[in-house]
């Protein structure tokens, strides 16, 4: 306990309201220079123990660069966009995932029966979230998690949910998406075995100086065959030559569960050209559309 009576229980509390995690009001809290020792060491031993996980169940033990980037304390966003991560946790969120946490339980997610046949899909690094939120609400029959691990976009995409269930309309995002702050494999990991219909990815990083690190890898796609349907599907979309060339030479290894098909009509799954896509576009890159099946009879 710190001389300011605040424990470290009290700031656990305060750093994993449901979900939508690691943050409230920081720099309120950070009131004296003893509760700013006490959250440091906290968010030290947090970051130690997350890079321990990732290392044994996730993707990889995860660079200085790669926390700073993505996981840092930096990546806040506005007052707005962290009060509504707290505030529409229970709405919106998936808790957060620990080591040592159960399979998601997709109904108690969306408060309503999720059986085999539902359509549930996973949309890996949503961005601004304009594509998963299109998909959405083109699909009201589909259930949708979205996972990203950059906060402010975590954020806006809450936000923009609130603002639009707020008004008088006949569909409302809360009745079939649902939002995870963190890692997207981690997500997928703890999914139910054969419970996923499709995993999405749009214009993911191609780290291209170092391709240890990008998402596609011989364990996450061991991953998804876990946890997608029997001829349950992969989709990528991806301006970047070298990330295209390595996600189909990973693939290619595993061509004994995995069938290459044409892709479903972009208005399925891609009803949008989203900001990333536009600005490949404006800068000459050239976007390719893949998809993969998995072996009905695995």
């Known amino acids: 306990m710190s001389q300011s009576g605040v424990t470290k229980d009290d700031m656990t509390e305060q750093f994993n309201i449901m979900g939508c995690f690691h943050d409230i009001e920081s720099e309120d809290f950070c009131s004296t220079n003893?509760?700013?020792?006490?959250?440091?060491?906290?968010?030290?031993?947090?970051?130690?123990?997350?890079?321990?996980?990732?290392?044994?169940y996730g993707s990889g033990k995860k660079p200085k660069w790669w926390l700073r980037q993505y996981a840092g304390g930096n990546n806040?966003?506005?007052k707005?966009?962290?009060?509504?991560?707290?505030?529409?946790?229970?709405?919106?969120?998936?808790?957060?995932i620990r080591h040592g946490s159960g399979q998601l339980n997709v109904?108690?997610?969306f408060r309503r029966s999720i059986n085999k046949e539902d359509d549930v899909w996973v949309e890996i690094g949503f961005g601004d979230g304009q594509v998963l939120r299109?998909?959405?609400?083109?699909?009201?029959?589909?259930?949708?998690?979205?996972?990203?691990?950059?906060?402010?976009?975590?954020?806006?995409?809450?936000l923009d949910m609130e603002k639009h269930d707020n008004r008088d309309c006949d569909y409302k995002y809360e009745s079939n998406l649902r939002i995870y702050a963190g890692d997207g494999i981690k997500l997928v990991r703890?999914?139910?075995?054969?419970?996923?219909?499709?995993?999405?990815?749009?214009?993911?990083?191609?780290?291209i100086n170092d391709s240890k690190w990008r998402i596609v890898q011989d364990k996450t796609l061991k991953i998804f065959e876990q946890?997608?349907?029997?001829?349950?599907m992969f989709v990528l979309a991806t301006d970047a030559i070298e990330f295209a060339a390595w996600t189909l030479q990973i693939f290619e290894k595993h061509s004994s569960n995995w069938k290459k098909i044409e892709p479903p009509h972009?208005?399925?799954?891609?009803?949008?050209k989203s900001k990333y896509e536009l600005k490949g576009e404006a800068e000459g890159r050239v976007s390719t559309f893949n998809c993969w099946k998995l072996d009905c009879n695995l």
Request: net charge positive; glycine share 4%.
């Open 34 to 56: 003893e509760n700013c020792v006490e959250m440091d060491n906290f968010n030290k031993a947090k970051e130690r123990s997350d890079r321990k996980e990732e290392a044994k």
């Open 76 to 78: 806040r966003g506005t």
């Open 80 to 96: 707005a966009q962290r009060r509504a991560r707290t505030r529409l946790a229970t709405t919106y969120c998936v808790p957060e």
């Open 107 to 109: 109904s108690d997610l």
């Open 134 to 158: 299109q998909n959405a609400m083109n699909h009201p029959d589909r259930v949708f998690i979205g996972a990203d691990l950059h906060l402010p976009g975590v954020g806006k995409v809450l």
């Open 190 to 207: 703890h999914c139910p075995d054969k419970s996923l219909s499709c995993i999405l990815m749009t214009f993911p990083d191609p780290m």
């Open 227 to 232: 946890k997608l349907k029997d001829c349950g």
């Open 266 to 272: 972009r208005n399925e799954w891609l009803p949008i």
